[in-house]
């Protein structure tokens, strides 16, 4: 990975450049960042804090600490004011304040009319700089995080969930390997104590870059440098990660719950990220097998388009959380990277099937790789469909301050700049070094998941049947392949959990 | 108020350069609407945003139109048979014309509407978007094995969502409240007809021909392009389009006369949920009623009301509560929405809301809280125009209620005029206790 470019801004040099200061050098590890980016005649500032701490700052016992301390800052009152005169305030002005916490990366969002921005900025300020650790407020977004973990996560929302058990799987005993929520027994036990604690020790100068942009006025710049420098100098090391871990031919999990349709989620580690050159040659390779909800995508051609059955099948590169939403998300950068197929939730009957088929289609694409026409009209994709990326002021602001994590300049532009260059061999060569279809973790939530698991062990062959009596020969031949594909399912890689069980303790449970 | 919508304006107007200067519409853009002999209406707004041209297609069929017994779920249904291609055009085609472009570009079914959408770089592409669309328009060809094959997707679809209780409890509400509207089922309608929808080919064509025609489409496009080029594009591709003629009659829904209850039994562990539906007003940008109810829901239901403050904040008995008055072209439902941390609470949680809704009949709301809630519609429907898409897509909604691009400025207008008097009016009409129905939804059994 290249080197991080951190960059800084004093306040000195913001007060006479306010208009054309884009980014500043960073001097000290010990002090902010910032990202200003002025757009004259806009109406709209938006908001980006960046924070570089997550997940994986939760200390041993207390995982969960990081989303509860810093959802106490975006939905909990300040020191002047509580949270039900915040939104008092913040109602009239059509605003809120956001906040996405994962692994390596949290940030706290918001964007307001230049009408409000005073006003906004004033309380939000205070949100994140004195913000009040009110024991009700306490008390009421910690129930919420536990509601969200024990009910909703896993009762309510199949595909999130099967997406939650691969991480634990593909990261057991790695930091990463809890969920940003925590567990039920580490979350129970937190005081507002743990809350001040980690505010203190994490929310300081050099963990932060404060992302603007919008058509703000001349001197904000400097007023908001003023006001975060207040904050404690200091910086979080970034935590060495120990060595991902390969999985050992199919290490498989299946969460049995009563459901008729599965979800599945399956991946494995990759050394790779938008930081390394090769990225851009097996983005084009990921895109062709599964852009995220796009006809483009091959799986989506095989499993939906030709077979009807399921509404989508997709493949990332790397870390993507978007679910209906089509384009990725920002400010969820991480060190360690991994490639992952979703397999949208369909029928039980046709479980083993799609597990064969996206597996199958995975081994043609690393043996085979991507065919020559289909490399070049992918490629044309990308460059057109990347110029959608940054429509908003967020997604601008947000795709930049990402571009700094991974070493560019301007990722996207780079991004232009690179794609003409990528040969067919290159995309090939990338598939080979990174991606493989023998070691992946795979997730499944289903029902009777020991009769899938007998079916997957023993490779029982799983016909397809369609409510169409005339399906084209051609994938009539095709599904005698993959209804007999051969997987190498080892009995004792295959841990069937009661779906209930999930998310008391940290890891996968034992049952 | 009169200061706050003058600042309001000027700087929302520094949005785009081609503003209505002399207006005080809260759309701020200029647009023009042409409609050619075969009825198709066209909505232009050439904006200076460089590059990016939002092409939306909205055909005025949802699942309001799915008005024989066994159909729900169609218009959802043929929305994905749109993406089929034409003879000159098949899908595989199609689908490498927009994956070549990099376009991103899907449908969505609504109660009222279909909306097909391209979203492109480049005004040079725009012709061949124009081409192509109204080629798959007019042209749309698909065989019944096609269709047979296409079907299930949409069971896949239903069990994307399987696992989600809100859906269920919208469900039930609906099928519980109406009695004959085609609002009674849901945009994804009932399993069972889902599952018989690989055996309607014949049905699909009649949909097609009653609804994909020229004089129940819109066409909205927003962005960088020349309107006269536009036209000319449209006019080539798009004239040979036959006029349908058919004119959809809905089952007028007869009067609730008696309070309505029902409670779903949810399989596995989930937060209970409470939702109180009362019959409401159709759209319009004719009548207040609707706009007053729009205000009334923030009133009282928004994140700094009392109401929500006291249950969700204070007494934290709630993860949420909302109301929803949907905008339908037909009568609908005026919802409140609550999710309950305990299932011991939802009969308080229910009767703190009727409590609210009998407090609002008898006193105003204040005029300053009033104030606040026009305050933050207008800000969240600027918001919403920050990009080209997100003005197409904002229009897009207006525009399928009453095919006027204009209907979006006289609605908030009468938010303007709305007095604390007509909300309390409009209490006193709609929240009586035979309009109402109650459906909550729990969980305990778990597995």
Known sequence: ?511 | MKRFISTFLSLILLFCLTPLLQSSDIFPYDYKVEVLENGLKIVSIPLDNPHIISHYVIVRSGSRNEIEPGKSGFAHFFEHMMFKGTKDMPREVYDDFLTELGAGTNGYTTDDYTCYFVVLAGRENLEKVIKAEADRFINLYYDEEMLKTEAPVIEGEYYASVSNPGRRLFEVLRDTAFMKHSYKHTTLGYLQDILDMPNQFEYSQLFKKRFYAPDNTILLVAGDFDHDQLMEYVKKYYSGWEKSNYTLVTPEEPPQTKAKRAHYEWPSKTLPRLVIGFHGPAFSDEKIDKAALDLLAETSFSRSSALYQKLVIEEQKCLSLYASFADRRDPYLLTFNAVVKDEKDLPYVEQEIIKELERLKKEPVSEEFLADIKSNMKYSFASALGTTDGIASSLAHYINLTADPGTVNKLFDFFDKVSPADIQKMCQKYFVKTNSTVVTLSGGKTK
């Open chain 1, 1 to 511: 990975m290249r080197k991080h470019v951190k960059l800084v801004l004093t306040g000195a040099i913001v007060l006479g450049l306010a208009f054309t200061i884009v980014s500043c050098r960073k001097i000290s590890p010990n002090k902010f960042s910032s990202e200003f980016l002025y757009r004259e005649g806009n109406p709209l500032v938006g908001f980006r804090i960046l924070l570089n701490v997550g997940s994986v700052n939760d200390p041993a016992g207390k995982e969960g600490l990081c989303t509860l301390a810093l959802s106490i800052l975006a939905n909990g009152g300040s020191q002047s004011l509580t949270f039900k005169e915040i939104q008092k305030k913040f109602y009239p002005m059509a605003t809120s304040v956001g906040l996405s916490v994962e692994k390596e990366m949290s940030v706290f969002t918001g964007t307001v009319h230049v009408d409000n921005l005073e006003k906004y900025y004033a309380i939000f300020k205070d949100m994140l700089l004195a913000p009040g650790f009110r024991e009700d407020d306490f008390k009421r977004i910690k129930t919420n995080q536990l509601n969200f973990l024990e009910k909703t996560l896993v009762s309510n929302m199949d595909e999130q969930f099967g997406k939650e058990i691969l991480n634990l799987l593909m990261y057991e005993g790695h930091p990463y390997g809890h969920h940003e929520a925590g567990t039920l027994e580490t979350l129970k036990a937190l005081t507002v104590d743990d809350v001040k604690a980690f505010y203190t020790e994490h929310f300081i100068q050099g963990n932060i870059t404060i992302g603007v942009i919008g058509g703000y006025p001349w001197d904000f710049p400097s007023r908001i440098i003023k006001d975060f420098s207040a904050l404690s100098e200091g910086h979080t090391p970034q935590l060495s990660l120990p060595e991902q871990r390969m999985p050992e031919g199919l290490e498989i999990v299946i969460a049995d719950k009563g459901t008729p349709a599965t979800a599945m989620s399956m991946g494995f580690p990759v050394s790779i990220s938008k930081a390394d050159d090769d990225y851009f040659a097996l983005w084009i390779a990921v895109s062709h097998f599964g852009e995220h909800r796009q006809s483009l995508s091959l799986l989506f051609q095989k499993i939906r388009e030709e077979r009807g059955q399921n509404y989508g099948d997709y493949a990332y590169a790397d870390h993507f959380i978007q679910g209906r939403r089509k384009f990725p998300a920002q400010n969820y950068c991480r060190q360690q990277q991994y490639f992952s197929i979703w397999i949208r939730p369909l029928a039980n009957s046709n479980r083993h099937f799609a597990l064969r088929q996206a597996l199958l289609e995975l081994k043609k694409l690393v043996e085979e790789g991507i065919p020559e026409e289909r490399f070049e009209i992918t490629r044309t994709y990308l460059l057109n469909y990347t110029r959608l990326y940054a429509q908003t002021l967020s997604e601008i602001l947000g795709w930049k301050m990402d571009s700094r994590y991974y070493g560019h300049k301007d990722f996207l532009a780079e991004f232009q700049k690179r794609l003409p260059q990528i040969m067919h061999d290159d995309v090939n060569r990338a598939i080979k070094k990174y991606l493989n279809f023998e070691n992946l973790y795979i997730a499944l939530i289903t029902q009777d998941a020991e009769s899938f698991k007998d079916a997957l062990v023993n490779n029982t062959p799983s016909p397809i049947t369609y409510a169409n009596p005339k399906m084209p020969e051609e994938i009539l031949e095709e599904d005698k392949i993959y209804q007999v594909f051969p997987l190498d399912v080892k009995p004792e890689n295959v841990r069937v959990v009661q779906a209930i069980s999930f998310f008391q303790k940290e890891g996968v449970p034992k049952k």
